[in-house]
C-alpha cells in the first residue's frame, strides 16, 4: 500500500523517525535509482553490441577494447549496487531501515538521504573504516 507523498517532501527530523512517509520516500527514491542503473545498463549492453566493429589499426582496436573493459568494469559495480539497492528495499519491508546495523541507533536523514543504501550511522562507519585501515598498514 503506497503513501501519497506532498509534492516536494523532503525526510525532516520534526517527525517520527521512518514513518510511513520517510519510507515510502526513501522507498522510491532507492527504486528510481535502480530503474535509471538498469536503463543505464541496457543503453551500456546495446552500445556494446553495436559497437562490436573490428577496426583495422590498432590503436582505434586498442582504444575500443579499453573503452570496453572500462564499461564491463562499470556494469559490475552497477549490479553490487543493484543488489545493495535490493537489501536497502528489503530492510524497508522489514522494517530495519533506516538503523545502524552495528549500533541499532537511526541513521541520520542527511546521510540517508545522500546514501540511501547506508547501513551504518557516520559513527560506525569511521570506526570500521579506522579499524580497516589499522589492518590493512599492518
Known sequence: MAVRLPKGYMPTDDEPFMNKRQKEYFRRKLENWKDDILQENRETLQ?????????????????????RSLELRTRDRQRKLVAKIDAALRRIDEGTYGYCEETGEPISLKRL??????????????????????????
Do not use: F, G, W
Open 113 to 138: 538521504d545522500a546514501r540511501p543504501i547506508a547501513t551504518l550511522s557516520i559513527e560506525a562507519q569511521e570506526r570500521h573504516e579506522r579499524r580497516e585501515k589499522v589492518y590493512r598498514d599492518d
Open 47 to 67: 552500445h556494446l553490441q553495436d559497437d562490436n566493429v573490428q577496426h583495422p589499426d590498432i590503436a582505434d582496436r586498442a582504444s575500443s577494447e579499453t573503452e
